[in-house]
């Protein structure tokens, strides 16, 4: 299994640009979360899905940000228009979820975002 | 709601040391709990969980953690430290009335000293 693949690795825009993040989940998973990772804020949960549907999305931080699930095996997260304060790692991680919601995540390497 | 409190951002070790990363939770029904390590520039991985069966789990890397219900801790150990340790680490619960839904601690920098 390739794991949960997120792509870029690596994004630098000016502020005001539309960036956005993609994440290719573990086959058969039907969990999706998007985290934000910062020094000062530590590891955030953004927004998640179960089966495509958005189940939690208070985590969203502005309506600058908007995450979609097309189908199963594709997820982006959007920031429009990005400012140099999204400045963070964004992590995508998946899940198989059994009846007792004790699965670990898997994560993606992260989209390192600068924005400035 | 159910949240998770990481004892010291940093700990530091020497080689061959046991190392002990201390958690402690909080929830109001049976959780479900995982230590996560991150090294520089990946994600995290998973290096064990506890679900309510053996409260002393076995993980990857010769790590274990103990479920303790009384004191609400599942601290981390590892009896002696390896250069490769140094990373950071998360403690994160979870429980079944808040379905999918992961809780994470502000994570422990493991330092090892050679």
């Known amino acids: 299994d390739a794991g949960v693949i997120q792509s870029p690795r690596h994004e630098v825009t000016e502020m005001g640009q539309e960036v956005t993040l993609r994440c290719k989940p573990i086959s058969g998973h039907d969990y999706l979360f998007w985290y934000r990772q910062t020094m000062m804020r530590g590891l955030e949960l953004l927004i998640y899905?179960?089966?495509?549907?958005?189940?939690?999305d208070s985590g969203m931080p502005e309506d600058r940000f908007s995450a979609k699930m097309p189908n199963a095996s594709f997820s982006t997260l959007k920031i429009q228009p990005s400012e140099p304060r999204d400045s963070a790692v964004y992590f995508c991680?998946?899940?198989?979820?059994?009846?007792?919601?004790?699965?670990?995540?898997?994560f993606g390497n992260g989209t390192r975002l600068t924005v400035t | 709601a159910q949240s998770v409190t990481q004892l010291g951002s940093h700990v530091s070790v020497s080689e061959g040391a046991l190392v002990l990363l201390r958690c402690n939770y909080s929830s109001s029904v049976p959780p479900y709990l995982f230590w996560y390590v991150q090294y520089p520039n990946q994600g995290l991985q998973l290096l064990l969980k506890?679900?309510?069966?053996?409260?002393l789990v076995k993980g990857i890397n010769g790590f274990e953690a103990e479920f303790k219900k009384s004191e609400t801790s599942f601290h981390l150990t590892k009896p002696s430290a390896h250069m490769s340790d140094a990373a950071e680490y998360f403690c994160a619960v979870s429980v079944s009335t808040n379905a999918g839904k992961s809780t994470f601690g502000d994570g422990t920098t493991l330092t090892v000293k050679p």
């Open positions: 506890y679900t309510s069966a053996a409260t």
């Open positions: 899905f179960n089966n495509n549907v958005p189940i939690d």
């Open positions: 991680a998946s899940s198989f979820e059994q009846a007792n919601y004790n699965s670990p995540l898997h």
